[in-house]
């Protein structure tokens, strides 16, 4: 069925550094994909997404490129603040069910002064 | 708008109780659901709705059951409570299922539920 495999955390980083989050997908056809962000002790956010091959998602200086032939939707940020700290998740969308989503494991981002 | 609420936030159980997990929107959204987020396995999907009168499971379902009367409320149930339901609860909801018809889906603050 279809997966979706990130990379384990937790990572680690100094203010200003740059970030990159791996995310790769196993799925049938195109699926849509997503990058949710949990803050502490809230719910999960959508954060950007991206609906086809090529597609890039940006959202508060976030991005991720929808890549079809490596599978792949790696989050990227030139220059985290503490504020960023958070755990991330990538999604696509079960194209074997109703449109729900099936989750990454997620991946615990903490970003020091 | 007050969004996605559920209570209660905390609650522990004895194993064998049951109770009920309250999900409620004021968003007019059609589609409601509920996962798990448990260390290490992100978030698993237990029941869903598309409408009212309407669910179905998701890829964790036993130990669980739904229910949608109304468009605002999704309630879930657990029949008879045990250790392996030890987790975080979110219910979330959009207009659409998330996935399908690209509307952001919106989650509550979650419940955290001890079964000992």
């Known amino acids: 069925g279809d997966s979706v495999t990130q990379m384990e955390g937790p990572v680690t980083l100094s203010e200003e550094a740059f970030l990159t989050i791996n995310c790769t997908y196993t799925?049938?056809?195109?699926?849509?994909l997503f990058w949710y962000v949990q803050y502490p002790g809230e719910g999960l956010q959508l954060l950007l997404k991206a609906t086809k091959a090529d597609d890039k998602g940006s959202n508060k200086g976030f991005e991720a490129t929808y890549r079809k032939e490596t599978t792949s939707f790696h989050l990227e940020k030139g220059s985290v603040q503490v504020s960023d700290s958070a755990v991330y998740f990538c999604?696509?969308?079960?194209?074997?069910?109703?449109?729900?989503?099936?989750f990454g494991k997620g991946t615990k981002l903490s970003v020091k002064p | 708008n007050a969004g996605v609420t559920q209570t209660p936030k905390f609650q522990v159980l004895k194993t064998g109780q049951s109770m009920t997990l309250q999900c409620a929107q004021d968003?007019?959204?059609?589609?409601m659901s509920w996962y798990r987020q448990d260390p290490g396995m992100g978030l698993r999907l237990i029941h869903y709705?598309?409408?009212?009168?309407?669910?179905d499971q998701g890829e964790v379902p036993n130990g669980y059951n739904v229910s949608r009367s109304t468009t605002e409320d999704f309630p879930l149930r657990l029949l008879s409570a045990a250790p392996s339901q030890t987790s975080v609860y979110f219910c979330?909801?959009?207009?659409?299922?998330?996935?399908?018809?690209?509307?952001?889906?919106?989650f509550g603050p979650g419940t955290r539920l001890t079964v000992l």
């Open positions: 799925a049938t056809g195109y699926p849509s």
């Open positions: 979330a909801s959009s207009y659409s299922p998330a996935g399908r018809a690209l509307n952001e889906q919106f």
């Open positions: 968003m007019n959204h059609e589609y």
């Open positions: 709705s598309v409408g009212a009168g309407i669910t």
């Open positions: 999604a696509l969308e079960d194209g074997g069910s109703q449109g729900n989503l099936i």
